[in-house]
Protein backbone atom coordinates (compact mmCIF):
# COMPACT_ATOMS: atom_id res chain seq x y z
CA UNK A 1 0.00 0.00 0.00
CA UNK A 2 1.46 3.63 -1.03
CA UNK A 3 -0.25 7.11 -0.59
CA UNK A 4 1.12 9.53 -2.17
CA UNK A 5 0.50 13.02 -1.81
CA UNK A 6 1.07 16.06 -3.97
CA UNK A 7 -0.43 19.29 -4.81
CA UNK A 8 2.48 21.48 -2.75
CA UNK A 9 4.05 24.55 -3.43
CA UNK A 10 4.91 28.28 -3.05
CA UNK A 11 1.77 30.88 -2.61
CA UNK A 12 1.59 33.99 -1.71
CA UNK A 13 -0.79 34.79 1.25
CA UNK A 14 -4.67 34.81 0.38
CA UNK A 15 -3.82 32.60 -2.32
CA UNK A 16 -4.59 28.84 -3.10
CA UNK A 17 -3.23 25.27 -3.29
CA UNK A 18 -5.06 21.63 -3.67
CA UNK A 19 -3.58 19.08 -2.09
CA UNK A 20 -3.91 15.39 -3.29
CA UNK A 21 -3.34 11.83 -1.96
CA UNK A 22 -4.07 8.76 -4.10
CA UNK A 23 -3.55 5.65 -2.25
CA UNK A 24 -2.81 2.66 -4.02
CA UNK A 25 -1.58 -1.32 -4.18
CA UNK A 26 -3.29 -3.95 -2.41
CA UNK A 27 -6.97 -2.19 -0.71
CA UNK A 28 -9.70 -3.84 0.31
CA UNK A 29 -11.57 -1.01 1.74
CA UNK A 30 -10.51 2.69 3.59
CA UNK A 31 -11.95 3.85 6.16
CA UNK A 32 -11.14 7.72 7.20
CA UNK A 33 -8.85 9.75 4.75
CA UNK A 34 -7.15 12.88 6.62
CA UNK A 35 -4.62 15.57 6.65
CA UNK A 36 -1.82 16.52 9.05
CA UNK A 37 1.45 19.03 9.01
CA UNK A 38 4.53 19.69 10.55
CA UNK A 39 6.29 22.90 10.53
CA UNK A 40 9.52 23.19 11.46
CA UNK A 41 10.49 22.44 14.79
CA UNK A 42 6.67 21.67 15.37
CA UNK A 43 4.95 19.03 16.12
CA UNK A 44 2.87 17.15 13.68
CA UNK A 45 -0.85 18.09 13.94
CA UNK A 46 -4.26 17.55 12.82
CA UNK A 47 -5.43 19.15 9.81
CA UNK A 48 -8.60 17.42 8.71
CA UNK A 49 -10.58 14.23 7.90
CA UNK A 50 -13.16 12.36 6.17
CA UNK A 51 -14.74 9.34 6.68
CA UNK A 52 -15.93 6.90 3.62
CA UNK A 53 -19.32 8.02 4.37
CA UNK A 54 -17.99 12.01 3.59
CA UNK A 55 -18.21 13.23 7.33
CA UNK A 56 -15.36 15.46 7.73
CA UNK A 57 -14.16 17.38 10.96
CA UNK A 58 -11.29 20.18 10.69
CA UNK A 59 -8.75 21.64 13.17
CA UNK A 60 -10.27 24.57 14.44
CA UNK A 61 -7.02 27.19 12.54
CA UNK A 62 -8.51 25.80 9.52
CA UNK A 63 -12.05 25.99 9.67
CA UNK A 64 -14.05 28.02 6.96
CA UNK A 65 -10.55 28.29 4.72
CA UNK A 66 -9.72 24.26 4.17
CA UNK A 67 -12.19 22.26 2.52
CA UNK A 68 -11.23 18.05 2.23
CA UNK A 69 -13.18 15.85 -0.04
CA UNK A 70 -12.52 12.31 -1.58
CA UNK A 71 -13.08 10.01 -4.71
CA UNK A 72 -13.88 6.75 -2.78
CA UNK A 73 -14.04 5.16 -6.13
CA UNK A 74 -10.16 6.23 -6.73
CA UNK A 75 -9.32 6.09 -3.34
CA UNK A 76 -8.11 9.73 -3.34
CA UNK A 77 -8.65 12.83 -0.65
CA UNK A 78 -8.32 16.09 -1.48
CA UNK A 79 -7.70 19.05 0.43
CA UNK A 80 -8.58 22.49 -0.82
CA UNK A 81 -6.46 25.31 0.77
CA UNK A 82 -8.09 28.84 0.38
CA UNK A 83 -7.29 32.11 2.29
CA UNK A 84 -3.63 30.39 3.40
CA UNK A 85 -1.60 32.31 5.32
CA UNK A 86 2.22 32.29 6.24
CA UNK A 87 1.49 30.12 9.47
CA UNK A 88 -0.22 27.42 6.99
CA UNK A 89 3.75 26.94 5.57
CA UNK A 90 4.62 23.45 6.79
CA UNK A 91 4.96 20.07 5.59
CA UNK A 92 1.65 18.29 4.65
CA UNK A 93 1.18 14.81 4.81
CA UNK A 94 -1.99 12.42 4.13
CA UNK A 95 -3.08 9.13 5.85
CA UNK A 96 -5.47 6.52 5.11
CA UNK A 97 -7.14 3.97 7.89
CA UNK A 98 -7.51 0.96 5.56
CA UNK A 99 -7.82 -2.48 5.30
CA UNK A 100 -5.13 -4.39 2.74
CA UNK A 101 -6.89 -7.49 3.04
CA UNK A 102 -10.63 -8.22 4.05
CA UNK A 103 -8.66 -10.47 6.54
CA UNK A 104 -6.47 -7.91 8.27
CA UNK A 105 -7.49 -5.32 10.44
CA UNK A 106 -7.39 -1.72 9.26
CA UNK A 107 -4.02 0.39 10.54
CA UNK A 108 -2.85 3.54 9.15
CA UNK A 109 -0.47 4.43 6.38
CA UNK A 110 1.17 7.53 5.95
CA UNK A 111 2.18 9.16 2.65
CA UNK A 112 5.14 11.38 1.83
CA UNK A 113 5.19 15.26 2.56
CA UNK A 114 4.77 17.82 0.43
CA UNK A 115 5.50 21.09 1.23
CA UNK A 116 3.51 24.40 1.48
CA UNK A 117 4.98 27.50 1.55
CA UNK A 118 2.81 30.87 2.30
CA UNK A 119 4.88 33.71 1.49
CA UNK A 120 3.97 37.14 3.21
Known amino acids: VQLQASGGGLVQAGGSLRLSCAAS????????MGWYRQAPGKQRDFVAR???????NYADSVKGRFTISRDNAKNTAHLQMNSLKPEDTAVYYC???????????????WGQGTQVTVSS
Open 25 to 32: GSISSING
Open 95 to 109: NADLRARPSQPSRYY
Open 50 to 56: ITSGGST
